[in-house]
């Protein structure tokens, strides 16, 4: 049974999404869900940090792939960055990411589980009632982040030694000078990195191929 609109909160929702079709969708969701709602939107990751401040929502509705200003590109690493801010900044934030390439998330999964307020992860390919279940999820100040498909957890420098090698192509040694440590330190980095991603050497396979691929699978680079 729907909840009476007297006895609704009048939820302040923030919906930031750089594809026109997908901000509608949600916008016509939260209105019939929360027809008392203040809504407001925001198309790029500075727009969000601008609405944030003067709006100062309860939750926050954002896909993952945004561009950080108008004009530029949609960028995994500018929504994780963005993530990460409100994370800091705002740690009694709801947030409920849209995405359809929710796995990305795996990156920021400590930040993730350290977080006070409720956090959701929603594929787009899922119904409209489903993006609903998560975002109610997210007020009642709910984690649920099963749908990444993983309890991997990786350590901030082992991400940045995937992304160096197969993002920027760097060699172990580029990385080492990089990232100022020595080079038997990017070595142990990647040990503890195939080790957690569960990637053996195996006769007849490259062993730093299968390393790429299993991290570009489970969303940990592009």
Same mark, same amino acid.
């Given at each position: 049974?729907?909840?009476? %609109?007297?006895? !609704? ?7 930031? /999404?750089? !594809? $026109? ?7 016509? +969701? ?14 790029? @990751?500075?727009?969000?940090?601008? =609405?944030?401040?003067?709006? *100062?929502? /309860? ?11 108008? @004009? =530029?590109?949609?960028?995994? $690493? ?26 990305? %998330? ?7 589980? @350290?977080?006070?307020?409720? +956090? ?7 119904? @409209? *009632? ?17 749908? %990444? ?30 990232? *100022? ?13 195939? =080790?957690?991603? =569960?990637?053996?050497? $195996? ?20």
């Amino acid at each position: 049974m729907s909840q009476n %609109l007297s006895e !609704q909160p009048r939820w302040k929702i923030l919906v930031a /999404d750089g !594809q $026109e079709v997908f901000l509608r969708g949600t916008l016509s +969701f939260l209105k019939t869900q929360y027809p008392q709602a203040e809504i407001c939107t925001a198309r790029t @990751g500075e727009a969000v940090l601008t =609405e944030i401040q003067r709006f *100062q929502p /309860d939750l926050v509705v954002l896909d993952v792939i945004l561009p950080e200003k108008i @004009g =530029e590109p949609a960028r995994s $690493e500018a929504g994780i960055q963005l993530l990460k801010i409100l994370m800091q900044k705002y740690p009694n934030l709801h947030l409920t990411v849209q995405s359809t390439c929710i796995k990305l %998330l795996i990156r920021i999964r400590a930040e993730i589980d @350290g977080h006070k307020g409720g +956090f959701t992860a929603v594929d787009k390919s899922l119904s @409209g *009632q489903d993006l609903l279940t998560r975002i109610n999820w997210a007020l009642q100040g709910l984690t649920h982040t099963k749908d %990444l498909g993983t309890d991997l957890e990786m350590k901030p420098e082992w991400l940045e030694v995937l992304r160096l090698a197969f993002v920027e192509e760097l060699t172990n040694r580029a990385i080492a000078q990089r990232m *100022q440590v020595s080079a038997r330190t990017v070595q142990i980095y990647w040990t503890k990195i195939q =080790e957690a991603l =569960e990637v053996y050497q $195996e006769k007849g396979k490259d062993l730093k191929i299968q390393t790429e691929n299993r991290a570009r699978k489970i969303g940990l680079i592009d």
